[in-house]
Nanobody, 114 residues
Framework: QVQLVESGGGLVQPGGSLRLSCEASGSRLSISAMGWYRQAPGKQRELVATTINDGNTNYAASVKGRFTISRDNAKNTVYLQMNSLKPEDTAVYYC????????WGQGTQVTVSS
């Protein structure tokens, strides 16, 4: 059973930084892609950033230049470095992995507020 365990959310002031981590476990198969999505209250879940096995990355326009996704394949872990955070980045952030199917973490709350 694949499990994704996220960590690193919290409360931060506008302009601050946070780093999210997500470790995948329970699969012997190669992870094709990992990434982060977010869902704000009353809104649909949206893509934040993804990275696939060939190293390509994809970012939402709203976070490009502020967020950086990276991956440690040896640890089956994906990271999201979030800088210059804005109140509109407030959301529950979900880790996603594609391992011959979609898997999701439980979500971690990120709140950007003064």
């Amino acid at each position: 059973q694949v499990q994704l365990v996220e960590s690193g959310g919290g409360l931060v002031q506008p302009g601050g930084s946070l780093r999210l981590s997500c470790e995948a476990s329970g699969s012997r198969l190669s992870i094709s892609a990992m990434g982060w999505y977010r869902q704000a209250p009353g809104k649909q879940r949206e893509l934040v950033a993804t990275t696939i096995n060939d190293g390509n990355t994809n970012y939402a326009a709203s976070v490009k230049g502020r967020f950086t996704i990276s991956r440690d394949n040896a640890k089956n872990t994906v990271y999201l470095q979030m800088n210059s955070l804005k109140p509109e980045d407030t959301a529950v952030y979900y880790c996603h992995a594609y391992i011959r199917g979609d898997y999701w973490g439980q979500g971690t709350q990120v709140t950007v507020s003064s």
